[in-house]
């Protein structure tokens, strides 16, 4: 019996996490993206600009802006 593979190909997007480091985010899984708030405060790391906000409760802190943010998950959908 000969088996198929089945591949489902998912275009992640790129984003960059606040010290650089490199993150790939389903975009499927984003529930909303916002401007982070206390950023004086201390809470957020240092080069914050947006916060993804996934589907499973995970908060992602990236150095780009929302608007760059939103701009990549819509070219990728």
Known sequence: ????????AIDL????????????????????VRQPAGLDSGHWTRGTR??????????????ETCAEVLSRVEAAR
Do not use: E, F, W
């Not at 947006?50 to 150095?63: E, F, H, K």
């Open 13 to 32: 997007v790129t984003v960059h996490g606040p010290n650089g480091q490199i993150v790939y985010v389903n975009p499927n899984l984003i529930s909303n």
């Open 50 to 63: 947006c916060l993804i906000l996934m589907a499973d409760g995970r908060i992602i802190t990236v150095s």
């Open 1 to 8: 019996m000969k088996l198929l593979a089945l591949l489902i």
